[in-house]
């Protein structure tokens, strides 16, 4: 059975830092790309980053340099460092595992940043 979890989300201020972590069981995760998108009430799901199986990293471009994806194969863990955190990264963010037809989907965790 494939599980995928989310935690480290929480309330934070503006320029705050919160880090997420995602753990995946029940696939085979060093070949799977492991991906982070956010969903606020108003908006569509945006894609936030991506790390690839050897270490291939992207970022959406609102990302601007203050979050960094991260990943260990031996805790089949995928991680998110956020920084300079701001209102509008309020969302909920959740973690994809992607491998050719396979997608799995964690039920996300909710970050706020608010004053």
């Known amino acids: 059975q494939v599980k995928v979890v989310e935690s480290g989300g929480g309330l934070v201020q503006p320029g705050g830092s919160l880090r997420l972590s995602c753990v995946a069981s029940?696939?085979?995760?060093?070949?799977?790309?492991m991906n982070w998108f956010r969903q606020t009430p108003e908006n569509e799901r945006e894609w936030v980053a991506t790390i690839g199986p050897m270490n291939t990293i992207t970022y959406a471009d609102f990302v601007q340099g203050r979050f960094t994806i991260s990943r260990d194969n031996a805790a089949n863990a995928i991680y998110l460092q956020m920084n300079s955190l701001k209102p509008e990264d309020t969302a909920i963010y959740y973690c994809n595992a992607q491998q050719r037809n396979r997608d799995y989907w964690g039920p996300g965790t909710q970050v706020s940043v608010s004053s």
């Open positions: 029940g696939i085979n995760f060093n070949i799977y790309i």
